[in-house]
């Protein structure tokens, strides 16, 4: 890629940025867009939906960056949960590590790792854990596997075994039920109940009536509030009927709740049958973090997902490889030329030839790659995780590694060691053909960081696609922000994005400095419009208490080394021996202090250790509210598809309540 190429995609992307700031700036105070730019604040009541317009409101203003700014890690904990912090602490790690070069380098990221993150994380998930009031998934385990009864119920089972086998700690228990179908028709049920509920409230407005077509616009025109509510009849009365015809179908698991947590560290820990396959122990996520659909699934189907799952991946992987040749195609205009000979005369222009050279390659393979946080997420729902975060959290793994083979080392070795496969088979001409390789995609990344860095980090802001539902929503269906969602930290696309950017600041940091300005701009442009999100946009949809980081981890780490080798082979070529192997020592350094790290810190993020729960356990002695949270510990894990519903005529009449109050008892 040729200097104007360049610069052509820096002026191109630099301008969306400012195009997105001013609409964002300009869009979020118009009234109708609200619930786009601070869903959150609206449903804690700390926003209000509707007001006036005024010409004022379409001046662009910077005053929600000074607001980002000010913004304290200390709020986003008490609001969002460690797990943000993590995801801000990001931010700051790589603004700190991209100024420093090869020992020096690697020493001050270890330190940096060490002290400044893993160290100070782990003191903040222990001074968060010693904050919290009593939560269920602290007191509570999953079991599963747990033996066929004979003569009695999976439930009866349960009971009498943790009576013998821990009398002196076990609380309760709640089965797991088989209830997929009815989860969707609950959540029907549910959205139903809330556009009833906001047309009654606004009982006088056009929008009660309508036609009952597609998107409002065909079928007979009827009164919403009547049509709704016989709706709303018809779907209580399938619940009813399927909660009736699922109340018996119990799965082999079970959450159970002890009296201590120490107790339900006990039985986590120890294996609980001389058969290790019978009652087998896991950590009970938060009730709200549960994934209830995972219990719905054999132990056999799980097994045979997670095989379909590997397989899709490495599928997906190799189908990935086409949009790559695609892009590198275009960064050399000769073997376009070669390709499609009618568009010679087009591409001796010179600003096409800039454009296609310098913009397109990356902004193709940021459309293709918009595509993979989804497909992840939808794999690892397969691979029998309990929990949300879990799947989350693979996700995020899954990502972050496609596309660090996908987007550097399919780009890298494309046209050597692609075409090569033996050099995997050779390893001492691994630093050789990466010391080649990797210098002359530069420019080409330095692109991708302005494409996928600075602009999507602005799209981000301006939250287009909600943006372009909300307009078409209030437009065609006349709902006037009703049904919106709050939607949660993006973890499993953000992390990846963040860490493969500091993957390309470490690793390029001495083969070209140029993209440590780029990647400079995108951290601080992170770092801001992110708290700016998290202060209006996101909720917390659960708490994992930091177990991001080990993550993020070992991305550096990974990256430390590959920068090792991409040296070692550097000197090589430049024929300096001496150099060379003195470089060898780092990357073996780096692998030991790693080791170190998780024999240190890793553990916190597995579990507390015994002397923080017994300390937690001593404060809830003299908490005189210990009583009445054992009361709703009971309860904590019962199948929110078997709870009963309340959404009946009698109850719409009080549609003055707040709208998600006792919707399920």
Known sequence: MILSALITSVGINLGLCLLFFTLYSILR?????????APRLVAEGKAQQGGQFNLESLLPTAGWIRKAWQLS??????????????????????????????????????????????????????????????????????????PIPSGGTYSETVDSFFIENHSSTYLSHSMVRRTSKLQGLIGDTEKLYKRLSHLKLNNHTPQRFRRDGFLGIFGRKVDLVDHY??????????VRLEQSSSAGKEV?????SFKSRLGAAVALHIQQAVNPTKWVTERAPEPQD????????????????????????????????????????????DQLETWFPFLKGVLKLTFVSQVITGYLPSLILQMFLSFVPPIMIMFSSMQG????????????IKVLWFTIWNIFFANVLSGSALYQVNVFLEPKKIPSVLAEAVPAQASFFIAYVVTSGWTSLS??????????????????????????????????????????????????????????????????????????????????????????????????????????????????LKKVPLASSLTIPLPILTLLFNEYCQKRFLPLFKSFPMECLVKKDREDVNDPTMGEFYEKLVTAYRDPGLMSLRYSRSSTEGYNSPLLHAARV
């Open 29 to 37: 105070k118009q009234p109708g867009n609200i619930t786009v730019y």
């Open 73 to 146: 890690e200390d709020e986003i904990l008490s609001v969002l949960g460690l797990d943000a912090v993590v995801f801000m602490r990001i931010f700051i790690f790589r603004l700190w590590i991209h100024f420093c070069a090869a020992y020096v380098f690697t020493g001050v990221v270890c330190y940096l790792l060490y002290y400044q993150e893993y160290e100070y994380i782990s003191s903040k998930r222990i001074a968060y854990f010693y904050s919290s009031k009593p939560q269920p998934h602290q007191f509570s385990i999953l079991v599963r596997g747990i």
């Open 229 to 238: 509510e016989k709706k709303l009849e018809d779907l209580e009365d399938n």
């Open 252 to 256: 082999p698991a079970a959450f159970v």
């Open 290 to 333: 549960v994934y209830w659909p995972f219990f719905s699934d054999s132990f056999i189907k799980r097994w045979i997902c997670v095989l379909v799952v590997f397989v899709a991946c490495v599928a997906l992987t190799i189908l990935f490889l086409i949009p790559v040749v695609l892009v590198q195609g275009l960064t050399h205009l």
């Open 385 to 396: 995780y309990i929990s949300l975060s879990q799947i989350e959290k693979s996700a995020c």
């Open 459 to 572: 799209s981000e802001l301006c939250r287009l696609t909600p943006l372009i539902c909300s307009f078409f929503k209030r437009v065609f269906s006349g709902k006037d922000g009703d049904e919106f969602e709050v939607p949660s930290i993006p973890y499993h696309s953000g992390i990846p994005t963040i860490l493969f950017f500091g993957l390309l600041g470490i690793t390029y940091f001495f083969l070209a400095p140029l993209i440590l300005p780029f990647l400079l701009v995108y951290y601080c442009m992170g770092y801001i419009i992110y708290r700016n999100q998290l202060l209006n946009v996101y909720a917390l949809q659960y708490e994992t208490g930091g177990k991001f980081w080990p993550i993020v981890h070992y991305s550096t780490i990974f990256s430390l080394v590959l920068m090792h080798i991409i040296a070692i082979g550097i000197f090589g």
